[in-house]
């Protein structure tokens, strides 16, 4: 029969990786709750509109990424590209800003683009995204990429770069956008044919492109900091001043443009130097404007987006950091005793305590050797001379010793070993 794979772009996060996955969730439910995030689930599918109006028509994924399809003749549907629209979404679904307009959310999943799969970029990836809304005050930038760093760095992720930028407010981005196009125009014939039609729709994607010819077009260009109006400059000095008082280093990168189109003023990226070329390890800003543009009040928000995978590819320390071994492992010789080591491992599990066995009936030296190769410390060799007696054996596997222990002593023995319930 021939064999059904996975999608290219899709992959299976194995035992052995998920255990690292846990690791980082219980790490990040644990540092985001002392600043008070709480965790929100999202649907996956969305209305298309959502993405559209939120992440905007001309942005690569919107224009050439997303998996959208029609619901059965009915309505047009789109799997989720990123999180930040489907949280402010449902913010304003669920009124949350009349009882408190400060909200501050998390929420880890999926998400779907259609871009050329290579390493670090999948076409299902995940990620883990905070979203805190309801305040304009610089300290709430300070605070959420504060948050941030001090997570990578609790995972013991090292060899960041954080880069920051401006991207201007309504007032002064028009006025850069102009200039931008003054500069590029003169240029159009070294810009890619997708630069050039960027050029009319959305020009600040050129700083983006990775085409080499673009990338040397955009090297002279003005940069946005140089045209910021006095509201944005003064945002962004007490955001760099903040930062400084945390003590947490930063670099100012005046080229970065990030990939959405409702970022204002404060844009970030952490730049991981293992990752190779897609370097990225988590990218936000803030979007005030969003939450009016769709269709709630008026009401500012900052946020950002790990990428799951390149996270965890970075995580420090071999396998035995995260996998998860059995502590014992139940090997039996004869009917009464498969009987007993039945009920037994029952109630060994009852305490917490991770115990293995093996059912397939093998001699007792095989199940040794699968207790050798399970990686358990212990082995707990039930047989039926020692039960007739009331007693089973207890081996030290690193060791190589073992002893009698009585099974009514059993309990109080496992829990000196393992401080099991
Ligand atoms: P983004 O920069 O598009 O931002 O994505 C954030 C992170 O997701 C990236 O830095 C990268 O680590 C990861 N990522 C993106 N695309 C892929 C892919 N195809 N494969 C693997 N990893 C990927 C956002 O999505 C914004 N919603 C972030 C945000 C939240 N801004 C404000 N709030």
Request: glycine share 8%; proline share 4%; hydrophobic share 40%.
């Amino acid at each position: 029969m021939e064999r059904i794979t996975s999608i290219r772009g899709f992959r299976d996060i194995l035992p052995g990786e998920s255990e690292k996955w846990q690791f980082v969730e219980e790490k990040a439910r644990e540092i985001f709750g002392a600043y008070g995030v709480r965790e929100i689930r999202i649907p996956i599918l969305e209305k298309t509109d959502l993405f559209r109006r939120g992440i905007g028509e001309t942005t690569d994924v919107v224009e050439k990424e997303m998996y959208t399809f029609v619901d059965r003749g009915e309505e047009s549907l789109t799997l989720r590209p990123e999180a930040t629209a489907s949280v402010i979404r449902a913010y304003i679904e669920h009124n949350f800003f009349e009882t408190d307009p400060v909200t501050k959310l998390f929420t880890i999943g999926p998400m779907f683009r259609r871009e050329r799969p290579q390493k670090g970029r999948y076409r299902q990836f995940h990620q883990i995204n905070v979203e805190m809304l309801g305040y304009e005050d610089p300290r709430i930038d300070g605070e959420l990429i504060s948050m941030l760093m001090l997570f990578l760095s609790e995972l013991g992720i090292e060899d960041l770069d954080l880069e920051i930028n401006s991207l201007g407010c309504a007032d002064c981005r028009p006025v850069f956008r102009e200039e931008v196009v003054r500069f590029l125009d003169h240029r159009e014939e070294s810009l890619c044919p997708d630069c050039r039609r960027r050029l009319q729709t959305n020009p600040l994607r050129v700083f983006d492109c990775k085409v080499e010819t673009c990338g040397e077009a955009v090297r002279e260009a003005p940069v946005i900091l140089d045209s910021i109006c006095a509201g944005c400059r003064d945002h962004f000095e007490k955001v760099k001043n903040l930062l400084d008082t945390l003590a947490v280093p930063f670099r100012v990168n005046p080229r970065m443009v990030r990939g959405l189109d409702y970022y204002k003023r404060t844009a970030f990226e952490v730049i991981g130097h293992s990752l190779g070329s897609q370097n990225a390890v988590a990218g936000g800003g803030r979007y005030d404007g969003l939450v009016q543009e769709l269709g709630g009040p008026d009401i500012p928000g900052i946020g950002f987006a790990i990428g799951f995978e390149r996270l965890v590819s970075m995580l420090p320390g071999d396998e035995t950091r995260f996998s998860s071994k059995p502590s014992l492992y139940v090997a039996t010789l004869g009917t009464a005793a498969e009987t007993f080591a039945f009920r037994l491992l029952h109630n060994l599990r009852k305490t917490g305590l991770q115990a293995e066995t093996d059912y397939s009936g093998k001699s007792l030296k095989a199940q040794m050797k699968r207790a050798g190769r399970s990686g358990a410390p212990y082995a707990l060799i039930v047989g039926e001379n020692e039960l007739a007696e009331g007693a089973v054996v207890l081996r030290d596997m690193g060791a190589g010793a073992q002893e009698k222990v009585a099974i009514s002593e059993l309990h109080a023995k496992l829990k000196e070993i393992f401080h099991v319930r």
